[in-house]
């Protein structure tokens, strides 16, 4: 197990922290019947990548509207999490949770989820929500892993794009 350290980003180039386009190997189906939400992944035989580009931050502007968290391995910066600051709702949204493409399933984005959620309870906040689309299995399973729940899916987001069809579940924990 390595040591990572949770903190405020130590360093705006941090940000910068490559990553890859997922793998679309399915959808997660969900369902809202009866006051419960109930899910099932749905594989598919021929996978993917997502054509949809990989978002690179600007710190100068993240900053004003999110605490961004890094994780370091010594002084390596391996993960971040950009947290809004304020919400209306009695849940602050995680924008982003990402790691380096070394560094995945060592549990550094669950401590970065962690962290983010201890940030929501101690500035008053119920907890915390998340958004992924719908063929991210794997984000979608990582939130499960995390105490997260399904809360909404939002079905309209990807009308009149290259990505229509896709839909966006919403996860919160808290």
């Not at 040591?3 to 705006?12: A, F, P, Q, Y």
């Not at 580009?53 to 004003?64: F, G, N, R, W």
Request: net charge positive.
């Amino acid at each position: 197990m390595i040591n990572v350290r949770i903190t405020e980003l130590l360093n705006k180039d941090d940000l910068k922290l490559a990553t890859r386009p997922y793998t679309i190997k399915g959808r997660m189906q969900v369902r809202y019947y009866n006051g419960r939400w109930s899910y099932k992944f749905i594989e598919y035989k021929n996978q993917s990548l997502d054509e949809a580009p990989i978002t690179d931050y600007d710190y100068d502007k993240y900053s004003q509207n999110y605490v961004i968290f890094g994780a370091y391995v010594d002084d390596k910066c391996v993960g971040f999490a950009l947290l809004e600051k304020n919400s209306r709702t009695r849940y602050l949204y995680v924008k982003e949770v990402r790691t380096d493409s070394e560094y995945l399933s060592q549990g550094i984005g669950t401590k970065l989820l962690q962290h983010c959620f201890d940030k929501a309870l101690a500035l008053g906040y119920r907890g915390i929500y998340a958004v992924t689309p719908d063929n991210n299995i794997d984000s979608c399973k990582f939130y499960l892993y995390n105490g997260f729940r399904i809360g909404g899916i939002d079905t309209e987001y990807y009308m009149g794009t290259n990505n229509e069809g896709k839909k966006d579940i919403i996860f919160y924990r808290g």
